[in-house]
């Protein structure tokens, strides 16, 4: 089955402590769509502007995705500029411009719009919420946010918990938006506030994810050299996302999501070895197939190995 | 098979956000050894004063632990106060009365030299080694340090890894260690200066084995409350030399590690449970187990769940 992945589409300028690249393909959209494509069909929504290169518009074609969606406007496309610190954990926004995604709306075509997955990667909760608007009961609805929603739009985004299955969020932005420093006391108040799974994702810590009466805590891949963390929650997503659209048939179960995660986490694992979105250019299924083994010989304690 | 004990046996005043408790049982060697004898037979090696509570030893005894190697100096028993803050990850030493154990020399008793299995709590390495010297050839050394030891005696505990095949430090240590801010790094680094394995303790973010050609991550219990987290890594070391001692026949395997780690693990989430030694005071194997189960529930995604 397909994924709808709603997001943003951007040209990323990026700088770390060995390297500056301009001009990137960037953006959540971009990075989600690419990882779920590694799984199955996906159906994009987006805008950019006159100045988007038709290589990316081929690349996100030559990967299988739906394109029906992706808007076209006048002027220029979305800008981010970010520079990360020595740890490569830390990292500034340098500038934003929102260019032609500061008038977006996601309108779905008509052919998107019983597409059983949903994943809203991150925009503002408000355009998240119209997407579904325009949905006929989607069977999983993922959603992705980040540390500004929390700021400005708080009470767009608990409008949104309401009707999403899935919240995905990082341990910092868990912390700020339940005020709970404990990150287990922090995942049941989320789901309180009404996804039925809560993953909070920890960077070179790993991911915990929330269920009813589950929980499991996945491990992140040991790496040794980080070249560009940009994008890696969204290809998490993607990964996530387009595992379940591609091998779920009936309800998705805590054991589906499980599987999810960690092929989410094989996917962003390997974004993060190069700038953008090179590194998803060049693997294989094979090498996504090596990555998931490594997790379980180091995750798994009562298998045979 | 009996694992020998070395370490620190202290009286603690430990103040957390909630509350504060004086002359607590404390020290590596207490946690340690406590948390070993719930797997098999435990040889003990400190110092106390002739303040030191004859509750303690009775208790210490009902665990049937081998007291023979504890020492009864003239003068106070060594004690320490800290104080954690809100987050409960942040600890303030407020005080330090050595005491008794400023002159404390490990002498093994005859019985304990042939011990396998050897533990080197953290006391100074220049001690650690001292108690080796001691010994025929034990089966298999692990060795626990902390940030003192690293910035005063690192040429002492250079020359002890080179003797130990396995040490065990925290993520804030290891990074100290090797002034590499990667933890993969970091752990093939300290492995390259003689331990064959190295555990790196991350707190709330679990644990990291490294081997030869081999890694385990192993999770953390997820816990809402934590009501003093004094004598987690020793307690974690034990249960760790305990389970070793207690289950392998022949030479240590990664895979005996693996297992080793999680039941470490699981002694040092009851630890964090209550104040001092109270927790492991009250567990019982059955409630061990439980929570093995519990950490193969919230790890695994290849095995019937």
Known sequence: MSVLVVGSIALDTVKTPVAEHADLLGGSASYAAVSASFFGPVQLVGVVGDDFP???VQFLAQRKI????LQHATGKTFRWSGEYMLDMNTRETRSVELNVFEHFTPTLPSSYNTSPF?????IAPSLQSHVLDQMSRPKFIIADTMDLWINIARADLEALLKRV???????????QFTGENNLIKAGKRIRAMGPRFVAIKKGEHGCLLF???EFFSCAAYPLEEIH????AGDTFAGGLAGYLASTVQGPVTFEALRHAIVYGSVLASFNVEAFSLERLRTIQQHDIAARYES?????????TL
């Open 165 to 175: 299955d899935m919240l995905i969020l990082n341990d910092s932005e868990a912390r």
């Open 54 to 56: 038709k290589d990316h």
């Open 295 to 303: 997790f379980r010989l180091m995750s798994q304690f009562e298998v």
């Open 118 to 122: 949903v994943l809203l990667a991150n």
């Open 228 to 231: 560009d963390p940009t994008g």
């Open 66 to 69: 739906d394109l029906t969606g």
């Open 211 to 213: 269920g009813e009466n």
